[in-house]
């Protein structure tokens, strides 16, 4: 039952997920309320490793959940689920693209789901806001991080470090 269940839900998430790993964050967090499979604190540590590392954050999620609701076939057939869909409508709208990308109602339908996308990439942020964001401490770094950022145009990689090796230094001291 649980194959099913796990294959189920990350085929919805990855059916819905249009824009990118960040999009698939708010199911994510639907997932850990209805589901056991993993926390809110452990999505949103595998958020901040996700973005650390290379491939999407619902790959990674959906791998991490399959693994932890029942081994290392869950996890494949969850991170399957998820990508099966994009797979697809991927093949689709390529095909479909090279005919109709000059109609303005396709032009439309994209520039109606761009808000959308926008939307769901927000409420990711306000969702790990909540749980990452708990003291007078987490706030400060937060700015003085992106105000770094506006100040000294550098390559993101270069902020995570720092800011990894901040993290670790304040959790020393």
Do not use: H, Q
Not at 105 to 116: M, S, T
Request: charged fraction near 15%; aromatic fraction near 10%.
């Amino acid at each position: 039952m649980i194959y099913v269940l796990l294959m189920v839900e990350f085929f919805k998430i990855g059916l819905l997920a249009i824009g990118g790993g960040l999009v698939t964050v708010p199911f994510l967090f639907d997932l850990a309320d209805k589901y056991d499979w993993f926390t809110k604190t452990e999505l949103a540590n595998m958020i901040a490793i996700s973005e650390s590392t290379p491939g999407p954050i619902g790959v990674n999620m959906a791998t991490f959940a399959g693994f932890n609701a029942g081994g290392i076939v869950c996890g494949i057939l969850a991170t399957l689920a998820l990508v099966f869909p994009s797979v697809v409508i991927m093949i689709m709208v390529a095909k479909m693209m090279n005919k109709y990308s000059c109609n303005i109602r396709v032009k439309d339908i994209l520039g109606g789901i761009r808000p959308a996308v926008l939307a769901l990439i927000l409420f990711a942020g306000l969702e790990l806001g909540k749980i990452v964001i708990v003291d007078v401490k987490d706030v400060l770094f937060l700015t003085i991080v992106l105000s770094m950022m506006r100040i000294w145009k550098k390559n993101p990689i270069y902020y995570l470090c720092l800011s990894a090796v901040l993290g670790i230094l304040l959790k020393i001291l």
